[in-house]
T-cell receptor
Framework: ETGVTQSPTHLIKTRGQQVTLRCSSQ?????VSWYQQALGQGPQFIFQ???????GRGNFPPRFSGLQFPNYSSELNVNALELDDSALYLC???????????????FGQGTRLTVV | GQQLNQSPQSMFIQEGEDVSMNCTSS?????WLWYKQDPGEGPVLLIA?????ELTSNGRLTAQFGITRKDSFLNISASIPSDVGIYFC??????????FGTGTSLTVIP
């Protein structure tokens, strides 16, 4: 148990719809990042939030957006879903950024999104 | 873009055997991480490496940060059935972003 919880665990959506995925970070962690993991691939970095602001983004289009709340929980929103968006979406939380050697990220179990 | 290659892609071994897998990058990095992912779970950190040439152990696991800072290996000794899973190497890029490799799938045959 990492203390990072994601909801829902599974989701089926239709192409063109919008989806919101949620993540509760581990207590004391103020940095949350989101990853997309397609079948048979490693996780791909989507973006990262630190103290409610996006402070890093991978190679994903603007229809992938997010939020971080004052309690450091986070949401990932995807608009205009495409079939290729089907994947496991992982959330990871970390303690305050910049601490020397403090690089461990704790991952949640993920949300399996299927777009049909 | 950044190339982070893992080999082998998959391994099938007998219980009790030792395992070795590696990861190479096209650029120099200062931190290498090894994660394991079980089916239906998120990745879990196994070992973190911070210095070139560093050798770190965690139980039956041993990992080394290559002297060129472009590669790392992970060894598992005396494998057991619960070692089954996918092993990922990961690097930390600017902005503390994690970049994952392609993964090595390990199957342990009892």
């Amino acid at each position: 148990e990492t203390g990072v919880t994601q909801s829902p665990t599974h989701l089926i959506k239709t192409r063109g719809q919008q989806v919101t995925l949620r993540c509760s970070s581990q207590s004391g962690h103020n940095t949350v990042s989101w990853y997309q993991q397609a079948l048979g691939q490693g996780p791909q970095f989507i973006f990262q939030y630190y103290r409610e602001e996006e402070n890093g983004r991978g190679n994903f289009p603007p229809r992938f957006s997010g939020l971080q709340f004052p309690n450091y929980s986070s949401e990932l929103n995807v608009n205009a879903l495409e079939l290729d968006d089907s994947a496991l979406y992982l959330c990871a939380s970390r303690p305050a950024m910049g601490l020397t050697g403090n690089t461990e990220a704790f991952f949640g179990q993920g949300t399996r999104l299927t777009v049909v | 873009g950044q190339q982070l290659n893992q080999s082998p892609q998959s391994m099938f071994i007998q219980e009790g055997e030792d395992v070795s897998m590696n990861c190479t990058s096209s650029s120099i990095f200062n931190t290498w991480l090894w994660y394991k992912q079980d089916p239906g779970e998120g990745p879990v950190l196994l070992i973190a490496l911070y210095k070139a040439g560093e050798l770190t152990s965690n139980g039956r696991l041993t990992a080394q940060f290559g002297i060129t800072r472009k590669d790392s290996f992970l060894n598992i000794s005396a494998s057991i059935p619960s070692d089954v899973g996918i092993y990922f190497c990961a690097l930390i890029r600017s902005g503390n972003q994690f970049y994952f490799g392609t993964g090595t799938s390990l199957t342990v045959i009892p």
